[in-house]
């Protein structure tokens, strides 16, 4: 029993990281009043330009270049919705369609549609004197990626709700004409979130190319970022909330994998398509229970127009 623990254990820090840095981005996006809807394209983007670098450059270094390439997918976005005001789902949506399409196109053209050559991925890293110790072994033997996933969502939420600039950030997603009263710049604040949401999304793209698997496939990030999203709405827009229920989110994935790895009698009976769907049906449950509760920024998908205060 606990060596079945200890192997789930492991297998949900394995798969949490890309899922809960994605979630992580959109809520700094969408507490700062802009809808996070292209976090699928943002992660796409970064896990095939974060595959393709690790080709001819160290793999962390290849990590930040798939950071960059969210964040300048998240850049497109924000100059549409911040500098033009167009409808911020539209164009999440349309970030989506071109990320794909692109990545395929790319893909194809450059490499063949079975993904691209293996990379070296990031080291693992051994935490002296937890290897033996039941379950909390599980800790031991994982990519800075999976720590820095632990941390993280600690720090934003102490950012977000005990500094000036997390107050701010808040503000601007709930009354961004109040914040303008102060003499703050409303744009400059939500380009700051949409860039940074657009940099946690790209490194969760780039994790999964980097360090869940060793190449770039033609369906990654197969509709992580949707479950991201779904983890920020089941958090109520908090770091930590987001960081639990994209835990969870990443457990019933580990659980699909056990499942169809200790108990393969089991495909016998049960399609391995309902094993696949496990996590998104999940997602689904979740939803359906976090009912009418309703944490949503005020000013969410709001365009700021001072000319109207």
């Not at 300048?72 to 949506?93: E, K, M, N, T």
């Not at 990320?99 to 053209?109: P, S, V, Y």
């Not at 050559?117 to 937890?130: A, D, K, M, N, V």
């Amino acid at each position: 029993m606990l060596e079945v623990l200890h192997r789930l254990l492991f297998a949900t820090l394995d798969a949490a990281p890309a899922l809960v840095f994605a979630a992580l981005g959109a809520v700094l996006s969408e507490r700062a009043g802009v809808v996070a809807v292209g976090v699928e394209g943002m992660m796409r983007v970064g896990a095939f330009c974060a595959a393709v670098a690790a080709l001819v450059m160290p793999t962390p270094l290849a990590v930040v270049m798939g950071m960059l390439a969210g964040a300048g997918l998240a850049a497109v976005h924000g100059f549409l919705c911040i500098r033009w005001r167009s409808d911020q789902v539209v164009s999440g949506i349309a970030l989506n369609l071109v990320a794909l399409a692109g990545g395929t196109f790319l893909l194809e053209t450059h490499f063949g549609p079975n993904g691209t050559p293996s990379i070296q991925q990031l080291s693992t890293w051994e935490l002296p004197g937890l290897s033996s110790v039941p379950i909390l072994g599980a800790l031991s033997g994982h990519a800075a990626p999976t720590y820095l996933a632990l941390l993280l969502p600690v720090l934003l939420q102490l950012v977000l709700t005990r500094t000036p600039l997390g107050l701010r950030l808040r503000a601007v997603g709930d009354k961004p004409h109040a914040v303008a009263t102060l003499g703050l710049s409303v744009p400059a604040l939500r380009w700051g979130a949409v860039l940074g949401g657009g940099l946690l999304a790209g490194l969760g793209g780039a994790v999964l190319s980097t360090t869940v698997l060793d190449r770039f496939e033609q369906h990654t990030p197969a509709g992580l970022g949707f479950m991201a999203l779904a983890a920020m709405v089941f958090g109520r827009w908090t770091p930590l909330g987001a960081f639990l229920a994209a835990a969870f989110f990443a457990f019933g994935n580990a659980l699909r994998i056990g499942l169809a790895s200790s108990a393969p009698g089991l495909l016998d009976v049960v399609p391995q398509g309902v094993l696949l769907a496990l996590p998104y049906v999940l997602t689904l449950v979740v939803l359906t229970l976090q009912g009418q509760r309703n944490s949503t920024p005020a000013a969410l998908g709001v365009p700021y127009e001072q000319e109207s205060r």
